[in-house]
């Protein structure tokens, strides 16, 4: 494990947590990175240390189809998507027991030599769960059933461009609206009436092509507003009507994923391959750049702030903690796990390895790695393309542990 002490530049913040208008009841994960879009569970009296082989199995299912999509876990079920037959699948599981309850047709085969199927994660709002294809496909859904409401598709009805890994956005229902990232000549984001799937408004100001990374709502100095990445910039748009309130230079490569992060005025992002990370100032059409630098390189697995720290993989630097405020590193581990994907609950991280599916439990603290356990899947798909690796991101909800390998789906009790 290494140190370092150099400062970077001074910063002043990163996030915190937003209220949505999702609702959930106790501790379910209503959406991407949980009810807040942080990855942090508010969970308590969990498992602070597992036992040599890791904690205990409940419940293990080969009906999730392929595909790398997450999952939402709300009054005892659990939604995720699947690829079965040539078709995108929108699917409930019982959350206890892992009983498939039913599936729902989306739409048309996505296939790369990453790996076929969907990739976002379904949001639940109310009796109503939402969903986005890689191919484009928008479907509202009754939790019950799986009954479709209303669907909309983003390259005919918005002049979307399917990007290079499919769509990837877990889209956003905020108060009366859906909102995501068809991108293109129609404008990057458009919102729907969460009820209908008629066309609220669409960002034109900002015509920029879909990356992977997820909105974030922002509520700024008494404006609501939705944050998103793409590869040209960071930009923000107003949430009543759309409007392209500032926007801030970025320059991606390859692809952009990472969810911003927001607090107290400032927005904080990252990207892989060899890109880094950028902290600026809301104010204005502008904002002011805090910093940039190449301490925190996140690809996909996830960046995550707990207290006054950022955690996260960083391609070349290894598992990090990065003072938000000082932009500095605090430190890094390199050699007890590989690249991964991160959540966290109860002052623990939970981390899997993307290219073993090993499983570790560490401490949520700035003093340095202290592992408290680990596993490895098992067992493991065997229809997982040679360039896919176990990318879907651990969910922490009522006491178990959920993870995903192609059409494994794996339950632990981490509540003990």
């Known amino acids: 494990m290494k140190k370092h002490t150099k400062a970077w530049v001074p910063v ?30 508010s969970e308590t009296g969990l498992l602070q240390s597992w036992p040599k082989d890791g904690p205990r199995r409940l419940w293990l299912s080969r009906e999730g189809g392929l595909g790398y999509s997450g999952f939402s876990v709300v009054g005892g079920r659990l939604f995720t998507m699947g690829l079965f037959d040539g078709k995108s699948h929108l699917l409930a599981f019982a959350a ?11 739409g048309g085969h996505f296939e790369n030599k990453w790996g076929d199927g969907p990739r976002g994660t379904p949001t639940v709002d109310g009796e109503l769960v939402y969903v986005l ?19 909309r ?14 769509y990837c956005e877990s889209v956003l229902v905020d108060g009366d609206l859906v909102v995501c ?28 092509g879909a990356q992977y990374s997820s909105i974030l709502p922002v509520e700024h100095e008494g404006i609501r507003q939705y944050v998103n990445l793409t590869q040209k910039a960071l930009s923000g748009v107003r949430a009543s009507d759309g409007k392209l309130l500032w926007r801030t230079p970025w320059t991606g490569r390859v692809a952009v994923i990472p969810t911003p992060i927001y607090s107290d005025g400032h927005v904080y992002i990252s990207s892989g391959y060899g890109v880094g ?40 630097g290894g598992w990090m903690c990065q003072d938000f405020k000082s932009g500095e590193l605090v430190w890094n581990e390199k050699k007890a796990l590989t690249k991964g994907a991160i959540a966290c609950a109860d002052k623990k991280f939970y981390l899997i390895e993307e290219s073993t599916g090993t499983v570790v439990l560490i401490d949520a603290s700035s003093r340095g790695w202290k592992e408290r356990g680990r596993f ?25 542990l959920y993870l995903r390998d192609q059409e494994i789906i794996y339950c632990y009790d981490v509540k003990g």
Request: charged share 25%; hydrophobic share 35%.
């Open 12 to 41: 002043m913040a990163a996030w915190s947590f937003l209220g949505t208008a999702i609702e959930s009841n106790g501790e379910d994960w209503p959406q991407w990175r949980g009810s807040e879009r942080a990855d942090i569970s």
């Open 376 to 400: 490895k899947l098992d067992p493991q798909t065997s229809q997982r393309k040679p360039a896919g690796k176990v990318w879907t991101h651990p969910v922490i909800s009522n006491g178990r």
């Open 96 to 106: 206890d027991s892992g009983k498939k309850l039913w599936s729902t047709p989306l």
């Open 181 to 208: 990232t068809p991108g293109g000549k129609k404008g990057l984001m458009v919102a729907l009436d969460k009820g209908t799937g008629k066309t609220a408004w669409t960002s034109e100001a900002f015509p920029d």
């Open 277 to 316: 990370c950028k902290l600026v100032k809301l104010g204005g059409a502008e904002p002011d750049e805090i910093y940039v630098n190449k301490i925190m390189k996140n690809h996909h697995g996830g960046v995550i702030k707990y207290g006054e720290h950022l955690f996260g993989y960083s391609d070349g």
């Open 153 to 166: 598709d983003l390259v005919k009805d918005f002049s979307g461009k399917v990007p290079n890994w499919g």
């Open 133 to 151: 294809a890689a191919k484009g496909d928008l479907v509202c859904a009754k939790t019950s059933d799986g009954s479709v409401v209303w669907k």
